[in-house]
């Protein structure tokens, strides 16, 4: 906080002031709730030796120097000062940083960053698999938003390579009416041309492998059923994905598929060839060889046959980027399973020389209970796949926990605001648990619980909104201090996530600020307070709400109307 920030330059200066020193270093800890005071700093025993006395003496001679300085100030153990804060103080501060971006930042500012999520696939439904990269995507571009960033968000679109191939040999095989297959049609003829073509490998055939090949050679020839058939897939797809995403409460700028690279990635490698920076093979195959980033493995360009990779348009992907965009930042959403791969392709763009700051934002998997009692990874053998089905799920959980008259809006805000911060609720290098007695609960580290928390902040004003709000100078702000310390840390909240984006920061922020003002409203009164109190109060609650409903917004979750 800015007002312990100033005081520490006080200390500073005080000890300047006594001893002549001025390079000794001040620090801050907050002390436990059982011992007096909010703050302690063990400076005193830091300059014992250096200015050759006890550090309890040294200690009274900082607090009788510092003299009326704001703040209550005593002597703990061998030498520790604890620091008091009023909340009258902490309010002050408060106002004096208060404006209607409370909390952001310009830290970012003229920096343009790109968030690239949720990626998913043509011809597939919308997958549990891509709840997180859309999640912690957008959280990204939120929080990045929030620090001063220009954001440009992109669905990077699986739109080419082996996938289109066995859509298009399974779909010739499957007799479906082109103008009646479905995105759920698809995702299962997908399924089972994997298990065919895995089978025909066991049997040491290949002919439907060959088939699948022959389609991708056609697409990138611009054959016209090829393409055909690739368009048709992907506005099925797309208009499946718009809606599920739209439920999600997600959206982005751009919808940039693989297809649009594969040229230019295919050009750029044949010219980093020629000038000695990738190799081909015997096969005709062309790497890149990574050695000098300590990555012994080489990134395969293309293939021998002469078709794209995922590197081939990724490398495009960037090139187009950088050069059309002028990003400072690229953020990947894509799960830790790819971890190698993005080393790879990061070290890739340092050696091609391209400027531009890449970050992955990995995490773990999505796990759920089996019926053997065990934690396991979702997949759609064991359960809930399809993000259509948690939604409808979810919102059916809703239904019968909050029972009452909700909205329908309502409910999908709640239901999804419980699936999204389940999301954020720890470290996103870890799996989750899809664990829905938890997760829906209004009690415990839960979304429900912190929006929750808000709709009555919001109930409380709704009350209180034709009260004239009188002048509250003199109230001491008593009552509300602990409500007061959290809302003043979430501007450093809001800045220290920019870099590393763990945003369970600010889940963890939202449910600490939700429980203190459980805490702060059911034992201090509002709406019958005296007028004085009451707008002082009144103000505060103004402010958490606003507080709050941020915090959550930053995850993408969103306040209902009534709970």
Not at 121 to 138: D, E
Not at 303 to 332: F, Q, W
Not at 526 to 533: G, Q, V
Request: with cysteine; net charge negative; proline share 3%.
């Amino acid at each position: 906080m800015r007002i312990m920030d100033n005081f520490k330059d006080q200390i500073k200066g005080v000890i300047n002031d006594l001893y002549g020193v001025d390079d000794v270093v001040v620090d801050f800890a907050a002390v436990p709730a059982d011992i007096e005071g909010d703050y302690s700093t063990n400076v005193a025993m830091r300059l014992a030796r250096q200015v050759g006395k006890n550090p309890r003496q040294i200690a009274e001679e900082i607090i009788q120097k510092l003299g009326d300085c704001g703040f209550e100030l005593s002597i703990a153990g061998p030498g520790f000062i604890n620091i008091g804060v009023s909340g009258k103080a902490l309010k002050a501060q408060l106002d004096a940083a208060w404006s209607e971006h409370y909390g952001d930042n310009y830290s970012g500012a003229s920096k343009v960053a790109i968030s690239e999520f949720p990626s998913t696939n043509i011809a597939k439904p919308y997958s549990v698999g891509h709840l997180r990269p859309g999640t912690q995507g957008w959280a990204a571009k939120k929080v990045l938003e929030a620090n001063g960033w220009k954001v440009v968000t992109d669905n990077h679109l699986g739109d080419v390579g082996t996938p289109f191939g066995i859509w298009a040999t399974g779909f010739k095989r499957s007799g479906i009416d082109a103008d009646k297959v479905t995105i759920y049609d698809l995702g299962n003829i997908y399924i089972q041309m994997k298990a065919d073509l895995k089978e025909e490998e066991k049997a040491g055939k290949q002919e439907l492998a060959e088939r699948v090949q022959d389609w991708l050679k056609k697409l990138e020839a611009k054959d016209p059923e090829a393409v055909k058939l690739s368009e048709h897939f992907k506005e099925i797809s797309m208009a499946h994905t718009h809606e599920i995403m739209g439920r999600l409460g997600i959206n982005t700028d751009l919808e940039m598929g693989e297809s649009c690279f594969v040229e230019l990635g295919k050009e750029k490698v044949e010219q980093l060839v020629k000038d000695g920076i990738f190799e081909r093979n015997e096969d005709g195959s062309i790497i890149c060889r990574l050695d000098e980033y300590g990555i012994d493995v080489p990134m395969l360009m293309l293939k021998s046959n002469g078709t794209a990779l995922y590197a081939t348009t990724d490398l495009g992907c960037m090139l187009y980027r950088v050069e059309n965009i002028h990003p400072d930042k690229i953020v990947y959403a894509v799960g830790a399973e790819q971890k190698f791969y993005f080393e790879q392709l990061f070290a890739l763009a340092k050696k091609i020389g391209l400027k531009v700051d890449n970050y992955h934002l990995w995490f773990g998997t999505i796990d759920q209970i089996n019926p053997e009692g065990k934690r396991e990874k979702m997949s759609s053998r064991k359960g809930v796949v399809l993000m259509e089905e948690l939604l409808n799920d979810a919102e059916k959980r809703v239904r019968e926990n909050f029972g009452g008259k909700l909205a329908n809006e309502d409910i999908a805000k709640i239901a999804v605001g419980a699936i999204k911060y389940s999301d954020f609720v720890a470290d996103r290098k870890t799996g989750i648990l899809y664990d829905p007695d938890k997760i829906f609960a209004l009690t415990g580290q839960s979304g429900p619980f912190c929006q929750y928390a808000d709709v009555r902040l919001r109930r409380i004003l709704e009350k209180n909104a034709d009260f004239a709000s009188v002048d509250y100078a003199d109230y001491d702000f008593a009552a509300e201090k602990s409500v007061l310390q959290l809302l003043l840390k979430f501007p450093e909240i809001v800045a220290s996530v920019c870099e590393n984006f763990e945003m369970h920061k600010i889940a963890g922020f939202a449910f600490e600020l939700a429980q203190e003002l459980n805490r702060y409203y059911e034992k201090t009164p509002i709406s019958t307070a005296e007028d004085a109190e009451r707008s002082a109060r009144l103000d505060v609650i103004r402010k958490a709400d606003f507080v709050l409903a941020r915090a959550l917004d930053l995850l993408g979750i969103e306040i209902p109307a009534s709970m």
